[in-house]
């Protein structure tokens, strides 16, 4: 279908009902005081009713952003970059100190990476960020319980267009949420994990509605042992509790899995977008999501050996001070 047939549909087809005045009524309209204000009004009217289903783009339009309907209802804005049949999914991460506020548009330069690569890349705001409105309350925290529900829409619209491999990234909640889902969907190819929590957020925020029992929070690491594709967690042994996290992950989860450690600080998307260490770790996904199967049983590529991933920690109590 051409936009200009999405359009008349979008419209109920009005567009074809539109007729010039005649001329009598023309010179009516020109005389009246009001016409500069009344052009102006119906030119702006005119632009709406074009930019807005323009706007609201079939999902067979590449790089225009749509929606992504979540079990619960939750509509979430997505866009999908470049083509082929292998999809990579991208699920961004909570705000950090360096990264405040998140999007999918933290994914922009490794997202131009994999469609440099053949790839076609499906990412999206999570409920509550960027583009997305919120469900429960304008507290981002409130809604990252449920964010998993983004996951399982976003695999079944890449197998609705036809993916033949299906491939996930998430960081820090985005992989938590991730390592949740791939263990009971079976249509992931590989996944990966950046920096991501093991349980996240830590506890129910202060103050908040849905404490208790509402509140269930991420969990990846429960069930890490049913993820059966090949994983990839990476990780900066010197930000916060995430090299001890992600070695929790590496220790529990099933063959085949690889755990590459950097020695920096830093978290998510700020590792594959640093300048120094960012064009190692970029290549390191490129060469997995290439050859998952080139992982073989329990690997570890260490950059950082006098850092102590046995060293436990938590995250602080503060939700302001949370990385997910």
Known sequence: MTMRERLAKLLGNRTGSLRLPDLRTALALLSNPWMPFLGAFGAIALGLAIAVPLSLATKSDAHEAFVLQSADGARVVAEVNGDGDAWVLLGHMYRTKNTNPTSRRIWDNFAERLVAEGYRVLRWDFRCHGESPCVYSRRQIEDVPEIYLEWEAAIDFAVDEGAEQIYGVGVSMGGTSL????????????????????????????????????????????????????????????????????????????????????????????????????????????????DPDGVIGKEKRNLAPDADPDNECWPPEDEEEQEG
Not at 237 to 266: D, H, K, M
């Open 179 to 290: 390592m949740q889902v791939a263990a009971y969907r079976t249509e992931f190819t590989a996944v990966s994990a950046i920096s991501s929590p093991n349980i996240f957020p830590n506890k129910a925020p202060k103050d908040s509605d849905r404490g208790g029992e509402d509140f269930d929070r991420l969990n990846g690491l429960a069930n890490i042992a049913d993820v059966n594709v090949p994983k990839l967690y990476m990780v900066g042994a010197r930000n916060q509790c995430s090299y001890w996290q992600s070695n929790r992950y590496f220790q529990r989860a099933g063959e085949p899995v690889r755990l590459v450690i950097y020695e920096t600080n830093l978290h998510g998307t700020e590792i594959l977008d640093d300048e120094e260490i960012g064009p190692d770790a970029q290549q390191e996904l490129i060469d997995f999501l290439a």
